[in-house]
């Protein structure tokens, strides 16, 4: 069968620009974002052999559930005018030039966040799925043949139906609902006051009620919080097939020629 990596770009690129400590060229160019995001990104491909792989970045744009919600992601940093030293971005143009050496596909479609293109790509292809993101939104479309990969290096974790239930106490089908529950601070989506991890099990299991406006407010964050599934596919499997393209690579040798 099929193995279809999905990685979400800009989750890595911000784990490889701020996990690292900062590296700079002889010009004073930084590259950690670059060195980072290859590395991390060979070393995931060598963990979970896929057959396929896809790497999906986020637009450069207002997400459309801002529409719906405006505080949504506003609390996420604006690195326009940011010098190249402060800004991640400043590296992504030689990032996409390390997955053209690599022959890794990647897309970066308007009008659709990565998660949502992330998502449709795992509900609608034929294959086993790993997603590698350390974003916990994946979690709702983990079934018996899609998984997620969190990597961090010898803590990594790759979440299954098993593991989900054993650390939140819900199968993967109630996470979008416990995730409403909660709400999301990442994406600057507020819970339900007083509804904290296990309250949220205890609503889930019928043990705790929510009043009107509680509900009303789980209601508005499972339309922000559900992911869109239904997005054309611009790549189909057979475009994404990867194979035998690590051996040789060096992320060193890549950074000399750019």
Known sequence: ?????????????????????????????????????????????????????????????KPSRADLFAPYKQNRQDFSGKADRENPFSQLDDIKRGLDSLQVKYIEQPGYEADDMIASYALQTPSEVIIASSDTDFLQLICHRITVFCYRSKKSILYTETEVQERYGILPSKFLEYKALIGDKTDNIDGVRGVGPKNAVKVLNGEKGL????????????????????????????????????????????????
């Not at 209601?219 to 040789?248: H, M």
């Open 211 to 258: 009043t009107e406006a509680e509900l009303a407010l789980f209601e508005r964050n499972l339309g922000l919080i559900k992911l869109n599934t239904e997005i054309e596919l611009p790549y189909t499997l057979d475009q994404l097939s990867f194979s035998n393209r690590l051996d040789g690579f060096e992320v060193g040798q890549y950074l000399r020629n750019i």
């Open 1 to 61: 069968m099929s193995k279809l990596l999905l990685v979400d770009g800009h989750n890595l690129l911000f784990k490889a620009f701020y996990g690292i400590p900062e590296k700079l060229l002889p010009n004073g160019r930084p590259i950690q974002g670059i060195t980072g995001f290859i590395g991390i990104l060979t070393k995931i491909i060598k963990l979970t052999e896929p057959t396929h792989i896809l790497v999906v970045f986020d637009p450069d744009e």
